[in-house]
């Protein structure tokens, strides 16, 4: 692969590098034939330098490799999923922007703590 931290998957490799990873993976579903596939391609290398040491990338040939698109029921590429402790947790199909790859990573790479809001105050008759 071509970027630093985007890591080639196979359907031998996918469950060590993907379900049994401590991180989150994006997995990116390709073929060289699909132009929003190629188009995709930078977005997602721009997503691996950005979350570089927070989120694994991985880039899988739909050619190469169809036991695992076939297992996740990928019909349609370019086709992303978000994995975390080994279970899907976005997909995304199609060709989007940075922003909406990233907006679906933050949700689950951002833990929120979220804090009792303060009880209203009533507002005293004068």
């Not at 985007?6 to 060289?32: G, I, M, Q, R, Y």
């Not at 947790?89 to 060709?95: D, N, P």
Request: aromatic fraction near 6%; include cysteine; charged fraction near 25%.
């Amino acid at each position: 692969m071509a970027v630093e931290g985007v890591v080639e998957l196979t359907d031998s490799n996918f469950d060590s590098d993907v379900l049994k990873s401590p991180d989150a993976v994006l997995v990116d579903f390709w073929a060289a034939w699909c132009g929003p596939c190629r188009a995709l391609a930078p977005v997602v290398d721009e997503i691996a330098t950005q979350y570089r040491g927070r989120l694994k990338v991985g880039k899988m040939d739909v050619d190469k490799n169809n036991a695992t698109p076939q297992r996740y029921g990928v019909r349609g590429i370019p086709t992303l999923l978000l994995f975390k402790n080994g279970q899907v947790k976005e997909q995304i199909v199609g060709y989007v922007g940075k922003d909406v790859i990233a907006k679906a990573i933050d949700k689950h790479l951002n833990v929120v703590e979220m804090r009792p809001a303060a009880p209203a105050m009533e507002k005293q008759a004068r």
